[in-house]
């Protein structure tokens, strides 16, 4: 698999876009490696374009263990409770917002925005598309990515939108150099208590001695479907579940009244990763749909982006304590 090149220096990014302006919708990568996160205003803008300081904030959040979930540039409740989280993490007063002290602990020399190119495992796997329809899915023999550009959006973080933004003309073919966002490496650590915060969509994973290690916005049921109460355990992780769906313990989905098993893949009903609870038909898991986290309820279970959940699952093991509550210190005000 092809790894992440360094960035290449500004005099030749320059000169990269030096013929004509950027197209609409465009995103150039000087933009967001010269952004200033401190030049981001408190108002909340509408969708639109992504915007280059927002995309820099995302990545540092990121970076830092206080996932803002997906990187798309748009300001939002996913990227307050992120800043919240880093704010929490830091033992500073938590109120969401980015204020030059935040602003100050989270900004690096290191580049956001850089080159990589795209390898035929990259284009290996695909498929024409994911049904809506669970029956239709248990007919397929994986659940893959529908494209290369959505397999590089999630290893590096983005929402889709973002990447065709930094790269408008690419064709994502084997061997094209493409823009990335650089989100580091995952979290280390071990993990020994879990807070699912049903009131504000969060999960926060903490360490023996107390220490906040990570913290991820989350979909954390529904009304019709709400997740259970109290606390439970980790019983196992699953990597690449398969999924068995069952109208009569789960929920009822289309026409489908008879037990199925849905093939497993990253567009698979609990994506790349199931984290098992103790509590029966319970787990913390992956999403076909980044982009909706904590936007669109659950079937009861904690939802995650594919990357954060496999990032929680690499630091926990049977017997870690999971707690449902409402209201947490890492929650914006």
Known sequence: MSSMKTALPMSLLALAFSVGGAAAGELRPEEINTASIASIGTEKSGP?????AIVRLQVLLDRAGSSPGVIDGLSGENVDKAVAGFEAMNNLPVDGRLD????SRLEGNAPIVESYVVSAEDAAGLVDKIPEDYGEKAKMQSLGYTSVAEKLSERFH?????????????????????????PGPPKEGKVKRIEADRKTGQVLAYAADGLLLAV?????????????????????????????????RNFKQGKNNKVLTIPKGP????????????EPTYGIHGTPEPKLIDKVG????VRLTNWDAEELAGMVKPGVIVDFVKGSPAAPK
């Open 100 to 103: 030059p002290e935040v602003a």
């Open 48 to 52: 639109g374009d992504p915007d280059p």
């Open 298 to 301: 659950s079937h009861g279970c």
């Open 267 to 278: 567009n698979g009903p609990v994506g790349t990763v199931w984290i098992d609870l103790t």
């Open 158 to 182: 983005m929402g889709i939108d973002l990447v065709h933004a930094l790269n408008p003309a690419s064709q994502f073919a084997p061997g094209d150099t493409v823009w990335v966002v650089n």
């Open 216 to 248: 991820y916005p989350a979909t954390i049921g529904s009304e019709d479907n709400p997740a259970p109460s109290g606390k439970h355990k980790v019983k196992g992780v699953a990597r690449m579940p398969v999924y068995r769906y069952d109208p009569k």
